[in-house]
């Protein structure tokens, strides 16, 4: 019962400090978005579920089979990131030098974490299950409701892989590698591998596929057994068939629930790899001479003596020497990109940097779009680039830089500036080959791309005030833009079209307009803590 009661008390306290959060309610939004987009209306010009010209219709279980899908997909990769900082803001908050100190062993209170994210992540998949009941009303082909069908899917597809979600978020942040910017990039990848195997996988969103297949070969036996998920415009109607569910067997139950067994095995491993919470503090520097710290005081009073010849009890305001003030924008610049620089001092991250920036001079510019390498010259500074806006609220400091004389202005320009230059160097090979190549499509593209980056890393930093916000919003952007060459999203043009000079310009315009929101959206929520 101690050890029980040790759990719940470390995942009730962390679950409630999570559900208060902000982040929370837009994840919470998002995933109740796209679960509606996700059941379209009957009349819609779209559809996100294409059994070979086929949708079943609006019942309970299609809708929940359907939802659960997308519900389970989208909430594998935002869940993640929403949870995955519980460990770090113990530490940082001084709570885990509390719970090191006290008898709680590492096994419980990792238990405890996932717990908490599991609980969280299931928080919001019920919402979701409530919003579909309200969904297959709101469409009106089928009124009755039938539980089990509805709410089966989400069961035994969408809480187990909550769970395995819940528990990785917890091994990254026992390991020290994976804690920071590589296992959140680590894990996009991972979830990337995970939906392009999903048709393949027999415990993922094809379980419920599967089923809908079956039940339509039934009824058509012509089916090719093909299907379209995602946002998809048919070139014609599409015909419905009824679905009553996936017979839910003891060895699919079994399989199913083989996930969340999963999850046990992954804390437990954690758990051999975490450890603890080390102290931390400033370093204490020894004297330069021998002497006691009160011996350093009567020589600095001495020295002060000296310096306005009176004794200090007798010191005026006016007898100190004037104070200078060194409002240099130049200084503050150089500040903010030696504490930007600090996360890329090894030689490692500069050898590759360095690389990066040869082949983009030395390889043609329609080659390099075509070898994927401008992509990654500008998703290496990726853990640099995260830390602009939010490095003040990581480490506690905001209040203290807002003391500081224009503080809105200065300190993020300085920031933007810093990020701006950044971006400029790891990328400035592409811009010499551009100008050896006569280019002037792709330097509107490298000069949209050099204010766009920077901006949304800083508005997303002042606003959230962490570095995994920007993380997965240019993430999710990277890829299907400059990776896999999405119109509209590729803002590093890198797709191989002839493109008009008038739609060209108009196209970076949109990009530099948006920096310029970007920008503003950030200055105004500084605005506001400066006013506080």
Known sequence: MRIIRTISYIARADFLERIRQFAFLVI??????????????????????????????????????????????????LGFYLVKNSIERDETTGVGQIIASSSVKK????????????????????????????????????????WW?????????????????????????????????????????????FTAGSGVMPFGPDLIISAMQKDLMAISPQSSGSYGMGILFPEKPLRLFEWQGVDWTWPLLSQQ????????????????????????????????????GLADADNTVFDLQKEIGHPVSGVYVSMLPPVVIRDSFLTLIHAEWRLMMKDAATLRWLVIAS???????????????????????????????????????????????????RYATRQLSAMWISGVMLTCITGGGL??????????????????????????????????????????????????GPFSRMPYLNFLGTRNSETSAGNLLITNMVYLLISMGLLTAAYLSRRRLDQD
Request: glycine letters at 8%; a positive charge; charged letters at 10%.
């Open 149 to 193: 069908p509805l709410v089966s899917p989400f069961l035994f597809l969408t809480l187990p892989f909550m769970s395995v979600v819940a528990a990785l978020a917890v091994g990254f942040e026992t390991t020290r590698i994976l804690k920071g910017t590589l296992g959140n990039v680590l894990y996009f990848v991972l979830y990337l591998l």
């Open 257 to 292: 629930l083989s996930i969340g067994l999963a999850a046990f095995v992954l804390i437990a491993a954690a758990s051999m790899l975490f450890h603890g919470f080390r102290e931390t503090g400033y370093a204490i520097r020894k004297p330069k001479r021998a002497g006691t």
């Open 107 to 146: 096994l419980y209170y990792l238990f405890g974490k996932w717990i908490s994210n599991f609980a969280v992540l299931s928080a919001i998949t019920v919402a979701v299950m409530a919003a579909s009941v309200i969904m297959q009303w709101v469409r009106g082909e089928e009124r009755v409701i039938e």
């Open 355 to 405: 690389v990066l920036f040869i082949l983009g001079l030395a390889v043609p510019i329609s080659v390099s779009a075509e070898w994927k390498i401008w992509p990654a010259v500008w998703i290496w500074p990726l853990r640099l680039w995260s830390g602009l806006g939010s490095r003040d609220a990581r480490c506690g400091t905001q209040y203290l830089v807002a003391s500081s004389p």
């Open 28 to 77: 919470l939004g998002l995933t109740l978005l796209a679960a509606y987009f996700f059941v379209p209306p009957a009349e819609a010009a779209y559809v996100t579920l294409d059994l070979d010209g086929y949708r079943g219709i609006y019942n309970s279980a299609w809708i929940g089979g359907s939802v659960a899908i997308s519900t389970t997909l989208l909430l594998s990769l």
């Open 431 to 480: 811009l010499l080959r551009m100008l050896l190549e006569g280019d002037c499509k792709h330097i509107l593209y490298w000069t949209a791309a050099v204010f766009l980056i920077p901006s949304l890393a800083l508005a997303c930093g002042v606003l959230t005030g962490t570095g995994r916000t920007f993380e997965l919003v240019y993430l999710i952007i990277w890829y299907l």
